[in-house]
């Protein structure tokens, strides 16, 4: 018999890509041997180049009258699929030849976690943690671009990660008020010799700006400097991660690290990283309520880095004599 074949259509954005990236290995246990077939978009695709079971990413390109979902449909309707889920809940799902179809619709959101939804959606009793899958060459882009920049009077001491961007309206920090936390994170005594990576795509250099010049020689550069798998590999290299709402939040928080997630009007308890040393800091503390994240001043954001800190780091660095 021929190995069984899974279709898993997922998201053209990078959060909702690690959001349910646990679905990966969940396939892998309910059709063991299954060869995955991912649609996504482009942003996302190096993600899964190295994820387990998965022989063909499929780019989707948005094109105008829905041409990329027709394109799509050209390259799958021949095969005799397993399973399809689909979590974007396309029409394509219900028009190719499959032995069982997971398909994602709104009746699904009904208050959880995003991670704990797409659980469920694939019948699972206990979370799809979200997983980021690094490979060689990911990481040797990183080095690449980092190692250069951690000699000189520096010094190569541990890394804060910095995601000054978001890609929606009104989920990005003030780009001047990243530059105040680095200058306020730089006197304080528990962060003596830290280096401060800010993080993110080509069009990210305007916010990202004034982190950098407030670190100075300490500031190491990684924004556009390679794609999402290299940019989480660098991520990966750092002790902590403090980002807005976004895919590099959740890339954080997969990968394990000590990760703060700025929101302002969007929610925190639905949306926030999802990982074992994971912290929010939000314009409005209380769930169902909203402000402006303009509303999140330095200090409130200072307080949970050092908080963080205190939480992760401290009790894994060795006393003083």
């Not at 959606?121 to 190692?147: F, N, Y």
């Not at 541990?158 to 001047?176: F, M, N, T, V, Y």
Request: charged share 20%.
């Amino acid at each position: 018999m021929s190995e069984p074949k899974v279709l898993f259509v997922t998201s053209n954005r990078i959060g909702d890509c690690v959001i349910s990236s646990g679905i990966i290995r969940e396939i892998g246990r309910q059709i063991p041997g299954a060869r995955i077939t991912v649609a996504c978009g482009r942003p996302p695709a190096p993600f899964f180049r190295s994820a387990p079971g998965v022989e063909r990413v499929i780019i989707l390109d948005k094109k105008k009258m829905a041409g990329h979902w027709v394109d799509l449909w050209k390259q799958v309707v021949g095969t005799r699929w397993e399973m399809v889920i689909d979590i974007r809940g396309s029409a394509l799902s219900y028009l190719i030849p499959a032995r069982r179809r997971v398909v994602y619709n709104r009746s699904w959101e009904t208050g959880v976690r995003k991670v704990e939804m797409v659980s469920r959606l694939m019948g699972s009793a206990t979370p799809l943690d979200p997983e980021i899958w690094l490979d060689d060459q990911a990481r040797t882009e990183a080095a690449a671009v980092i190692d250069p920049q951690l000699g000189g009077g520096a010094g190569p001491g541990p890394i804060l990660a910095l995601a000054p961007i978001a890609h929606q309206p009104g989920k990005s920090w003030p780009a001047e008020r990243w530059g105040a936390l680095v200058e306020k994170l730089k006197a304080e005594p528990r962060f003596d010799g830290w280096r401060f990576m800010p993080v993110g795509g080509p069009g990210d250099r305007p916010p990202a700006t004034p982190a950098l010049q407030a670190a100075g020689e300490r500031g190491i550069d990684f924004v556009g400097k390679g794609d999402i798998l290299a940019s989480a590999a660098a991520i990966e290299r750092a002790a902590m991660f403090v980002g807005n709402d976004s895919g590099l939040m959740h890339v954080s928080a997969a990968l394990g690290g000590p990760t703060l997630g700025l929101f302002g009007p969007t929610e925190w308890w639905l949306y926030g990283p999802w990982g074992p040393k994971t912290r929010t800091a939000a314009s409005n503390e209380t769930r169902g309520q909203f402000a402006p994240i303009e509303d999140l001043t330095v200090d409130h954001v200072f307080d949970a880095v050092v908080a963080l800190h205190d939480a992760y780091i401290a009790p894994e660095m060795p006393a003083k004599p």
